[in-house]
């Protein structure tokens, strides 16, 4: 099993609905939990994070953690064209030290909004 | 500089040639990683900096990689010998690697590498 699962898509939704975005993981003693947006040929960007359980919204961009299902979400409320990216959950430990187990990547979500 | 800075942003090789891919990372930044992303897949660990010392190179895929950071900022990461398997985006990322928190990394835009 992979540390970190995350569904490849694509996932195409047409504008203004409620995107899902997920990620399950298997270690328990990750904390910090990530969301990155990565546009065609651009490298990948810091949406929000979060630590340990709960929420966190940011704009149109909520971030939920739920530690006890080992399941992470990002929902995009509104979603536009514009939000039309490759996007990758990351997480990482309390002390995270650095290198390979720095930061542990999904493999991505490509998400379509079809105008 | 205000971001993470890579170059070439796009390079065109014949196999079995030598390519140099440069890394610029934020001011200040400790933390230097590589990644390697694949048309349509996840980014693939290759080696981290701290400071100018390597503590974690195990995502080199061959001896015919290699990297390098001097002055605690530039690095340079060396394909010899290139292969069409080599073709890839490589990605660098600098961080404040504070030892506990989140360990954000900032990305840059990535070198295209097509090996002919």
């Known amino acids: 099993q992979k540390e970190v699962e995350q569904d490849p898509g694509p996932l195409s939704v047409p504008e203004g609905a409620i995107v899902s975005l997920n990620c399950t993981y298997s270690n328990s003693a990750f904390q910090y939990f990530m969301w990155y947006r990565q546009y065609s040929r651009k490298g990948p960007e810091l949406l929000m994070y979060?630590?340990?359980?709960g929420n966190k919204e940011d704009g149109r961009f909520t971030a939920q953690v739920d530690k006890s299902s080992k399941y992470i979400s990002l929902f995009i409320r509104d979603s536009q064209p514009s939000d039309s990216a490759t996007y990758l959950c990351a997480m990482s430990h309390m002390y995270s030290g650095g290198g390979a187990d720095g930061l542990t990547f999904g493999k991505g979500t490509h998400l379509i909004i079809q105008p | 500089g205000a971001g993470v800075s890579q170059s070439p942003s796009n390079k065109v090789t014949e196999k079995g040639k030598d390519v140099e891919l440069r890394c610029d990372p934020i001011?200040?930044?400790?933390?230097l990683y590589w990644y390697r992303q694949r048309l349509g897949q996840g980014l693939e660990f290759l080696i981290y900096?701290?400071?100018?010392?390597?503590?974690?190179k195990s995502g080199l895929p061959s001896d015919r990689f290699s990297a390098e950071r001097t002055g605690e900022s530039v690095s340079t990461l060396t394909i010899q010998r290139t292969q069409q398997e080599d073709s890839a985006v490589y990605l660098c990322a600098s961080s404040l690697e504070q030892g506990s928190g989140a360990n954000v990394l900032t990305f840059g835009a990535g070198s295209r590498l097509t090996v002919l």
């Open positions: 979060t630590y340990s359980s």
């Open positions: 001011s200040g930044h400790t933390a």
């Open positions: 900096f701290q400071g100018n010392s390597a503590p974690d």
